[in-house]
Structure formats: structure tokens, C-alpha cells
């Protein structure tokens, strides 16, 4: 099991920028995909961002490709979350996930076995 933690979220207002962390602990980070995914109130977890293993390729939701940079430091044991162009619409818990490479689709909750506790984003107009 990894144990992941995350940090980095705040209060930012409308096309402002947040750059999420999160250190992970535990077995190796080798063979492991990595995601980022968020929950506003009411709504379901959906998916963010990617970032895999064998490649380092990366996969983002719609909503955010072109302002959301995913990536990942094997050496420190970290994956970062640059959010930029921040809008009201990304306020959430941002979680972050790892999970053993396999066929399961990245882009969704089955594909990562360990979760982080959240991190509250806020995004003011």
C-alpha cells in the first residue's frame, strides 16, 4: 500500500494559480500510474489529470486541458497539480491517487487502489 498526502490547496481567486503536492510513502512508486481527481458538493468524483507510468504520458479531463499540468518526481516521491486559469467551476476536494499499471482506464476510480485524504480548492469570482 502507498500512503499518499496531499497539500497545496487554498483560496485563490478567479484566474489565479495553485499548484497541488502530493508525497507518497510507502512501496516503491516503480510500476505505479498516478492521478489527480475532485469532488464538489453534491456531485460525483471525477477525474482530473494522469500522469503514467511506462511514458510518463498524460491524460487530462476537458475541463482542464490547456490550464492543469500534471507531473511527477520519482526521486522525491512526489506528483504536482499546476492549476492555472483558475475558474469558480474547479472549487473541490482534490484527491490524489496511485494505482499498479494495468488495463483499466487511468480516467476513471477503478484503475487506483490508494487515495489521499483531499485537499479543499476554493476559486472565488
Known amino acids: 500500500q502507498v500512503r499518499l498526502v496531499e497539500s497545496g490547496g487554498g483560496l485563490v481567486q478567479a484566474g489565479g494559480s495553485l499548484r497541488l503536492s502530493c508525497t507518497a510513502s510507502?512501496?516503491?512508486?516503480?510500476?505505479?500510474?498516478f492521478g489527480w481527481f475532485r469532488q464538489a458538493p453534491g456531485k460525483e468524483r471525477e477525474f482530473v489529470a494522469a500522469i503514467l507510468w511506462n511514458d510518463r504520458a498524460t491524460r487530462y479531463a476537458d475541463s482542464v486541458k490547456g490550464r492543469f499540468t500534471i507531473s511527477r518526481d520519482d526521486a522525491k516521491n512526489t506528483v504536482s497539480l499546476q492549476m492555472d486559469s483558475l475558474k469558480p467551476e474547479d472549487t473541490a476536494v482534490y484527491y490524489c491517487?496511485?494505482?499498479?499499471?494495468?488495463?483499466?482506464?487511468?480516467?476513471?476510480?477503478?484503475?487506483?487502489?490508494?487515495w489521499g485524504q483531499g485537499t479543499q480548492v476554493t476559486v472565488s469570482s
Open positions: 510507502g512501496r516503491t512508486l516503480r510500476f505505479r500510474n
Open positions: 491517487a496511485s494505482g499498479l499499471v494495468s488495463t483499466t482506464s487511468v480516467l476513471t476510480t477503478r484503475a487506483y487502489s490508494d
